[in-house]
Structure formats: structure tokens, C-alpha cells
């Protein structure tokens, strides 16, 4: 039987829409980065148990758009926010908050960052008391993007994010966000921490071993995060990840019955 089995909270949640006596909550714009490091391996972390959308699962770093991330003040060298629209299929502002908050989580999330002096360099290293006082700021928003930057006399580098893909939550779920997937290498100099947060653990793995992982049932991964290690476990090198031309199609998995059991799928 084709498509995963919904567990009952999700199928009754189906049922209701289904039946037109629940809207649909609406999806958050976000943003996510999968880094790629030599030997062709990805960074993923594992949200915690307490957290209340995607629990325990390995996901790569990422969030959701904060409005200031739409600022024109954003100091930016790269594509510009009307070519990353026309490839994601958005409005120019829509692109710029995603691109931004791209840069910006995967900082958050990881402690790197996608950003230099000029258009032409990029940040060395990000470890010490003032970057890490710089971070937690931004994660309690107590300071904009564009403010860290201008602060650090820094430009956003969108020359540095590959598209990768675009996937919708399912209408069925309480919590939804509209992603678009982007792919980075790990910047010379700068390295990867275990920054805590929304992360109890963190990896990197070459994505056949997240998969092989997956199907052993040792970790859980959501279907973007699947599917993008699957397209990438195709691949053998940074450079053969990066030389792919991706087509960016919608993906909105959606909650079908099938023979009296509701199953999500992906097409």
C-alpha cells in the first residue's frame, strides 16, 4: 500500500478537514540549510523530545522567517532577492526574508555563517564570548539580522546558498511551514558547534548513513529531511552535490484514505 500510515490524532485531523469542519492552519514562510562538509557529509540535529513540531527528530538547521528579515537594510552581496524569487517562485520580499533567514538560522543553529567583508570573502571564525553574546541575541531577538551585520561590518553572502528544494507541511497538521531548501558548504576556517537550543545533539553523517540509520529505526527522520539525504546519497563529492540542476517543484504531501486508513502521500 502506497504512502505512510497517519497515526489517529493525524488521521482524525483529516477527517475533519476532509469533512470541512476544520481550516486548515496557515503555513509559516522558512528556511532551511543543509551543510555539506569534504567527504560529502551533512550536519544534522537532533530537536528535542519537549519540542512541540518534530520531536526527536534529525533535521538539518532552519526556522522560520522572522519580519525583520525582509529589511532592506540587510547588507547583501550575491543573487539578489528578485532572482531568488524567481527560482523559488516568490515575490522579491518574500525571497529576501528567506534568504536572510536561511543565513541567519543556520548561525542560530549551527554557530556558521554565511556571511564575510566583502562580496568576495567570508568569515574565518565564528568561536569566542562576542560572537556567542552576538548569536544568543539574535536568538532572543533582542537584535535584528541587519543590525548584526552592520554591527560586524559583514554582507549576507547569497552567493554561498545553492536552491535545493520547496516542501509545504501537510494541511492535516497543527503546525505548518512553507520551506524552501537550500545547500551550503561548510565555510574554510569556520566549524560547526553543539550550541544547544532547540538541539539536544548534533552530527555529521554521510547521508546513505542517515538513511541506513533511519530504516534501522535508530533515528527518525521527517520526509523532506528523507528525501533530501536520499538525493544527496546519489551524489560523490561537495562538488558533484553542488553541480546538480535542481528543478524546484512544490511538494505538499497530503492525507488520502485509502481502503478505510488514512496515509500521507507524497505526490
Same mark, same amino acid.
Given at each position: 500500500?502506497?504512502?505512510?500510515?497517519?497515526?489517529?490524532?493525524?488521521?482524525?485531523?483529516?477527517?475533519?478537514?476532509?469533512?470541512?469542519?476544520?481550516?486548515?492552519?496557515?503555513?509559516?514562510?522558512?528556511?532551511?540549510?543543509?551543510?555539506?562538509?569534504?567527504?560529502?557529509?551533512?550536519?544534522?540535529? &537532533?530537536?528535542?523530545?519537549?519540542?512541540?513540531?518534530?520531536?526527536?527528530?534529525?533535521?538539518?538547521?532552519?526556522?522560520?522567517?522572522?519580519?525583520?528579515?525582509?529589511?532592506?537594510?540587510?547588507?547583501?552581496?550575491?543573487?539578489?532577492?528578485?532572482?531568488?524569487?524567481?527560482?523559488?517562485?516568490?515575490?522579491?520580499?518574500?525571497? &529576501?526574508?528567506?534568504?536572510?533567514?536561511?543565513?541567519?538560522?543556520?548561525?542560530?543553529?549551527?554557530?556558521?555563517?554565511?556571511?564575510?567583508?566583502?562580496?568576495?570573502?567570508?568569515?574565518?571564525?565564528?568561536?569566542?564570548?562576542?560572537?556567542?553574546?552576538?548569536?544568543?541575541?539574535?536568538?532572543?531577538?533582542?537584535?535584528?539580522?541587519?543590525?548584526?551585520?552592520?554591527?560586524?561590518?559583514?554582507?549576507?553572502?547569497?552567493?554561498?546558498?545553492?536552491?535545493?528544494?520547496?516542501?509545504?507541511?501537510?494541511?492535516?497538521?497543527?503546525?505548518?511551514?512553507?520551506?524552501?531548501?537550500?545547500?551550503?558548504?561548510?565555510?574554510?576556517?569556520? &566549524?560547526? &558547534?553543539?550550541?544547544?537550543?532547540?538541539?539536544?545533539?548534533?552530527?555529521?553523517?554521510?547521508?546513505?548513513?542517515?538513511?541506513?540509520?533511519?530504516?534501522?529505526?535508530?533515528?527518525?527522520?521527517?520526509?523532506?529531511?528523507?528525501?533530501?539525504?536520499?538525493?544527496?546519497?546519489?551524489?560523490?563529492?561537495?562538488?558533484?552535490?553542488?553541480?546538480?540542476?535542481?528543478?524546484?517543484?512544490?511538494?505538499?504531501?497530503?492525507?488520502?484514505?485509502?481502503?478505510?486508513?488514512?496515509?500521507?502521500?507524497?505526490?
Amino acid at each position: 500500500m502506497a504512502g505512510l500510515p497517519l497515526p489517529e490524532e493525524l488521521a482524525q485531523r483529516a477527517r475533519e478537514i476532509d469533512a470541512g469542519r476544520l481550516e486548515p492552519v496557515p503555513a509559516k514562510d522558512s528556511a532551511t540549510v543543509v551543510l555539506l562538509r569534504d567527504g560529502l557529509e551533512v550536519y544534522l540535529l &537532533r530537536r528535542k523530545s519537549t519540542m512541540a513540531f518534530a520531536a526527536g527528530a534529525y533535521v538539518f538547521p532552519g526556522g522560520s522567517v522572522d519580519p525583520r528579515d525582509t529589511d532592506h537594510a540587510v547588507a547583501w552581496a550575491g543573487p539578489s532577492p528578485k532572482e531568488w524569487g524567481e527560482v523559488f517562485n516568490a515575490d522579491e520580499r518574500t525571497a &529576501r526574508g528567506l534568504v536572510c533567514a536561511a543565513v541567519r538560522e543556520t548561525f542560530e543553529e549551527s554557530g556558521v555563517l554565511l556571511a564575510g567583508p566583502g562580496a568576495d570573502s567570508v568569515v574565518e571564525d565564528t568561536t569566542g564570548p562576542g560572537w556567542e553574546a552576538d548569536r544568543l541575541a539574535l536568538i532572543d531577538r533582542s537584535v535584528s539580522f541587519a543590525d548584526f551585520l552592520d554591527k560586524r561590518g559583514l554582507v549576507l553572502r547569497s552567493d554561498l546558498l545553492k536552491p535545493w528544494s520547496h516542501w509545504i507541511t501537510p494541511v492535516i497538521e497543527p503546525r505548518r511551514f512553507d520551506t524552501r531548501f537550500f545547500v551550503a558548504v561548510l565555510p574554510p576556517g569556520q &566549524r560547526t &558547534r553543539d550550541v544547544g537550543g532547540e538541539a539536544d545533539k548534533v552530527a555529521w553523517k554521510r547521508p546513505a548513513e542517515g538513511l541506513d540509520l533511519a530504516h534501522r529505526g535508530e533515528i527518525f527522520l521527517m520526509p523532506p529531511t528523507y528525501a533530501t539525504l536520499r538525493e544527496l546519497s546519489a551524489c560523490d563529492s561537495v562538488a558533484e552535490a553542488l553541480a546538480v540542476q535542481r528543478e524546484i517543484v512544490t511538494i505538499l504531501p497530503r492525507a488520502v484514505e485509502i481502503e478505510g486508513e488514512w496515509r500521507l502521500m507524497m505526490q
